[in-house]
């Protein structure tokens, strides 16, 4: 996986080339986010987004047997049994920034837990300062998938490089 540090937000930039590097990335990410985390991610359709958020669970130290899906008609997974409570959410079929607050979704990035959210670009005016990009956009093909650079901005100390 080929990495480097240097865009226009100082984010950190990574590449990957399949569905195991990108959750493998996630993964560490995982290891090193704290309670009250808050992962933002965003990115066009299919991008990865969902993968990243698997291997936050992983890196989270929930078991790779979990079958982590998108939240959809619930809006929000709940995900027990790792160092910290995962909240998985997704801001796609939200219809407005009112039936996002109407769901109570925000109190979810102060449970104590790790709140991952797909689509969070669509409203960053809910997501708390200190939260955690993470921009997926695909770049081309790849022999095991897309590849896919990943920005992450304002990643917590210990994730390094
Ligand atoms: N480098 C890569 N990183 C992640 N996924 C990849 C990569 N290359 C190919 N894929 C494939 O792309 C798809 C990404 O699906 P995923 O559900 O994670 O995307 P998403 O961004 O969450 O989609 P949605 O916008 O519908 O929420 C998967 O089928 C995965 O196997
Ligand atoms: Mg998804």
């Not at 990410?29 to 066009?44: E, I, K, T, W």
């Not at 939240?71 to 790792?82: A, R």
């Not at 790790?114 to 969070?120: P, Q, R, Y």
Request: with cysteine; net charge negative.
């Amino acid at each position: 996986m080929a990495s480097a540090c240097a865009s226009a937000e100082d984010a950190l930039v990574f590449y990957t080339f399949g569905p195991d590097e990108t959750k493998r990335l996630g993964a560490r990410l995982g290891r090193c986010l704290n309670p009250d985390a808050v992962v933002a991610l965003s990115g066009d359709l299919g991008t990865g987004k969902t993968c990243f958020a698997r291997g936050v669970a992983l890196g989270l130290g929930l078991p790779s047997s979990l079958h982590i899906t998108s939240p959809s008609f619930s809006l929000v997974n709940e995900y027990e049994g790792g160092r910290i409570r995962l909240y998985h959410m997704d801001a796609y079929r939200l219809e407005s920034l009112e039936a996002f607050f109407d769901a109570g979704l925000e109190e979810y990035f102060y449970e104590g837990g790790v709140a991952v959210l797909e689509w969070s670009d669509r409203w960053p005016q809910v997501l708390p300062a200190g939260s955690v990009r993470v921009l997926l956009v695909i770049e081309g093909l790849s022999e095991g998938g897309h590849r896919l650079r990943v920005e992450i901005s304002n990643p917590p100390e210990a994730f390094t490089i």
